[in-house]
């Protein structure tokens, strides 16, 4: 096991299926990835049937001989379970294993990362695979990583996961009683006397659609039910891992924005955070660094692996355009800028069948390297071998935090009213948006962070505030910190039950504010207000609030309505700090203008003022400053430099005064010394 201080460049390869490929092309193939500069390969992932044939067979003869080639060709191995998709002999024999759908449809074999997550059959085959394949690859001393199964997602309604939930729910309420208190469960008459009176919520029971429901305190626990389910399944996996090898590096490749899973509860049972990264043809640089921070976020800012992207093409948008040339490795440059300590890809060779043979590789069907993606490939695999690992375990020095919340993202997903247009994520995404296109450093947070390093907290939609969340916000306030959320904020608890009392709940002393009413405007419908001289629009939600020591920040109110004239935006002074509130949602501009005014006051400086299109993000580590500068745009771009610094893919040649970078091109410049202890990569 090559232990983590020995991987000391950024490692660059990815997903490789050779078992889809007859066996005569393999030695061309290690020649090709080879010269593309690919030091790692990730083995294994769809594999469970070829290994494992019947009940009681496991045959690793042909992985053997993968893994014999891989390593005289002196790569290392990231070696996946393969439990993504179970055998059809299992399913067959084993017809329990098989997922229901939501509308209660049962299915049969076929597609992948199709296991009922609460199936004991399933647990226990995947299990015993994840110990036989740590059994019989315990020695092998270029295995770097390893990989559970595969992007674990989806949902079941099945029998097995019924039963789990009742159980738990007892683990989590223990009494009846307990329950149907939380659940508030006289609403509609469905005070429960009986555990086995409960289903799940689907369209059988509780929900018109997957998103409406009519008992969201229901919906949210089968959410987290779902989440923690699959987290055991991980687990499974991982422990039987680590049981032969105890110090292997486990991880699972999540998938950044997903809303499925609660990713900040499973890292902490990770031992690296690893992604996936196939960003939608309309996001924007800033929705892909989101994502980013996301993930780095998980693990309090510590490095994370990018373990997939695509060179060139997906095959499962409607629309699959080829990332235009030099986006593979601008995009690979942002993930390093926002803390990807790896540069991997799905996948490494394209497959002829199934629906992935339009899915772009290194290695085209074409079957040599005259492709424009080989040649991109192989000159990013050489640009970053001369980086020599520099950058590695480099921190990004934030100064913002933003609170993110899989539980508020569900709450708000399955709220009914008071509007459809409300999305937690797309408000949340203008904040951050705001931010990054002026290049501030963000850390995505999650409540049980410590916020002592930041000067700014920032909270959009901060429906549900849970436990004592609220207790951490009001200290870092009274610290000197600034705390910013807005509108629908605090409404309800746990539960997703209304607080008494006045909105925002437990955020109105240190906010300073009561919000009385929210009113939804009708899609393209507008209020406005004023502030600064500037007016801008209200939509989605205006809040009718009241000061009760917080004052009103904005020019004039919001302009029309019979709540014309109730404040917008306010501020209140709280301890050392300020606690401000923005009781609509509004235009780009706006978050600019307003969020920069924060930052200002707050004393936050962006990594460096650039035009717009060309992003500066930063990390830092034993070996200095490191700050990427991404040309988005198609145009050449100058940038105006403040400091001096080295042109480190030049050479390290000297920089200084404006300079200019071409369209699509990608600076790393170092400055001065960073931290003087060595920080540890993604992999410690
Ligand atoms: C996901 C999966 C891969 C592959 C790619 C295709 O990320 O993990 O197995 O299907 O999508 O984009
Ligand atoms: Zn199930």
Not at 480 to 504: K, W
Request: proline share 4%; glycine share 8%.
């Amino acid at each position: 096991m090559i232990e983590s201080e020995k991987v000391r460049h950024i490692l660059y390869g990815g997903d490789y299926n050779p078992e889809q490929w007859p066996e005569e092309s393999w030695s061309e193939d290690m020649q090709l990835l080879k010269e593309a500069g690919v030091n790692i390969v990730t083995l294994n992932v769809f594999s469970w049937a070829s290994i494992q044939p019947d009940e009681n067979t496991y045959d690793f003869d042909r992985l053997d001989r993968i893994m014999e080639l891989v390593q005289e060709n002196g790569m290392a191995v990231c070696m996946a379970t393969g439990t993504g998709a179970h055998p059809a002999w299992m399913a067959k024999k084993y017809p329990e294993i098989l997922r229901t759908e939501f509308g209660g449809q049962r299915r049969k074999f076929g597609g992948r990362h199709n296991s009922c997550p609460n199936s004991p059959v399933y647990r226990t085959f995947a299990k015993r695979l994840a110990e036989k394949l740590a059994g019989h690859y315990q020695d092998q001393d270029n295995i770097v990583s390893w990989h559970i199964s595969n992007e674990f997602g989806g949902e079941c309604y099945c029998e097995n996961c019924e039963r789990a939930f009742r159980q738990w729910l007892k683990e989590r309420y223990g009494t009846l009683d307990e329950l149907n208190r939380r659940w508030y469960t006289s609403f509609w008459g469905h005070t429960f006397y009986d555990w086995e009176e409960i289903v799940p919520p689907d369209t059988r029971s509780e929900h018109i659609d997957e998103k409406r429901t009519m008992f969201q305190g229901i919906t949210l626990d089968y959410k987290r039910f779902l989440s923690d389910s699959m987290l055991e399944a991980f687990r499974l996996e991982y422990e039987a891992v680590k049981a032969v090898i105890p110090d292997a590096r486990i991880t699972t490749n999540l998938m950044g924005f997903y809303p499925g899973l609660d990713y900040q509860k499973w890292a902490d049972h990770m031992d690296f955070v690893s992604v996936d990264s196939y960003p939608a043809n309309e996001d924007t640089y800033a929705d892909i660094a989101m994502a980013h921070d996301l993930m780095r976020g998980l693990k309090q800012g510590k490095p994370f692996a990018l373990m997939e992207q695509t060179p060139s093409v997906t095959n499962w948008l409607p629309y699959n355009a080829l990332k235009r040339p030099g986006v593979m490795r601008l995009w690979s440059h942002e993930a390093m800028a926002h803390g990807a300590d790896t540069v991997m890809f799905f996948q490494m060779k394209r497959s002829l069948g199934g629906c992935e043979k339009h899915h772009g590789a290194f290695i085209d069907h074409v079957g040599t390297g005259q492709t424009r993606v080989y040649r991109e490939a192989t000159a990013l695999g050489a640009e970053l071998s001369a980086l020599s690992g520099q950058t590695l375990g480099a921190r990004t020095p934030a100064k913002i935090g933003m609170l993110f919340d899989w539980d508020n993202w569900w709450a708000l997903t399955h709220s009914a009213g008071p509007s459809c247009e409300l999305d937690y994520v797309q408000e949340w995404k203008r904040c951050y948006r705001a931010l990054r296109e002026m290049n501030y450093e963000v850390d995505i947070v999650s409540s049980r962070d410590d916020f002592s390093g930041y000067r700014i907290l920032l909270a959009p939609v901060w429906y549900m505030v849970k436990g004592q969340d609220d207790e951490a916000v009001r200290r870092f306030v009274a610290e000197g910190g600034a705390f910013v959320t807005g509108f629908f904020s605090g409404i309800v608890q746990e539960n997703d039950l209304a607080v008494t009392g006045g909105y925002p709940g437990k955020l109105r002393d240190v906010l300073g504010i009561w919000v009385e009413e929210c009113d939804a405007l009708p899609h393209d419908a507008e209020n406005s207000f004023v502030y600064q001289g500037v007016r801008y629009p209200a939509r989605i939600l205006c809040d009718l609030l009241h000061t009760e020591g917080a004052v009103q920040m904005d020019d004039s109110g919001y302009e029309t309505d019979f709540y014309r004239g109730y404040p917008v935006l306010t501020k209140h002074s709280y301890g050392k700090g300020i606690a401000y509130y923005m009781a609509t949602s509004s235009s780009d501009d706006f978050y600019r203008k307003f969020l920069e005014d924060i930052c200002q006051e707050a004393g936050v400086q962006p990594v460096l003022r650039t035009p717009s299109g060309v992003e500066a993000a930063s990390r830092v580590n034993q070996n200095g400053s490191f700050i990427w500068l991404l040309n988005h745009t198609e145009e050449p771009q100058e940038v105006c430099l403040p400091w001096e610094g080295l042109d480190v893919l030049a050479g390290s040649a000297p920089v200084n005064g404006t300079i200019t970078i071409l369209p699509r091109d990608v600076r790393i410049l170092l400055r001065s010394a960073g931290y003087s202890q060595r920080s540890s990569g993604f992999l410690a």
